[in-house]
């Protein structure tokens, strides 16, 4: 094949997948809020959320970060976006009982922070919610899966919802719109570096 003809099979080509792309492009016609699912062991299911909350805000949208866990109070994330005006942050992890292990403390603050959350997703101000670590409560069996979901679908029809955290359980994936799974490849802490400014915190 000479180099006009080979030019001339890679235009074709590219008309094909441009006939393919632009079909797929023109189906998808609706405009509803959606429900994200950020799953699996790899690094970078909270840090896309709190990307998204960036772009929701270039938007001019408000939003709602709640995170269950709070691992600690010095992340970048909060000092940054929780003092945005139209950022409402909510940690609501605080008395988890990690050394006394009281199952029935932490099923009731696990239950007073989906409270907080409900309210966020009854809110039709907020254009985006962020559930940070949900499936930790989850897994614990501290807050009835069923009442989630059905919190979640009755919400305003065009809030975002986006939910991260390991083993997200296979009815909440079903229930999501789009679901990603972080694979871990490699982590820096294996080979001994500790978190770093800007990067894990
Ligand atoms: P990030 O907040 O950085 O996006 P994440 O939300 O995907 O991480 P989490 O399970 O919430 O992951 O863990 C949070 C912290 O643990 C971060 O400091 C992150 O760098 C670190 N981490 C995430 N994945 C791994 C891993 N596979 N091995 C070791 N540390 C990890
Ligand atoms: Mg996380």
Redesign the pocket.
Known sequence: MNSAESAQKHRLRMQRKKAVVDAAIARADQDRGVLLVLTG????????AFGMVARALGHGLRVGVAQFVKGRSDTGEEAFLGRQPEVVWRVLGEGFSWETQDLARDAETAQRGWAVVRDMLRDDSLGLVVVD?LTYVLKRGWLDLPTVLADLAVRPPMQHVVI?G?GAPEALCEAADTVSE?R?VK?A??AGVR?QKGI??
């Open positions: 062991n790899g690094k970078g299911k909270s840090s896309s670590e991260t390991r972080l871990d982590h802490f294996r978190a894990d915190l």
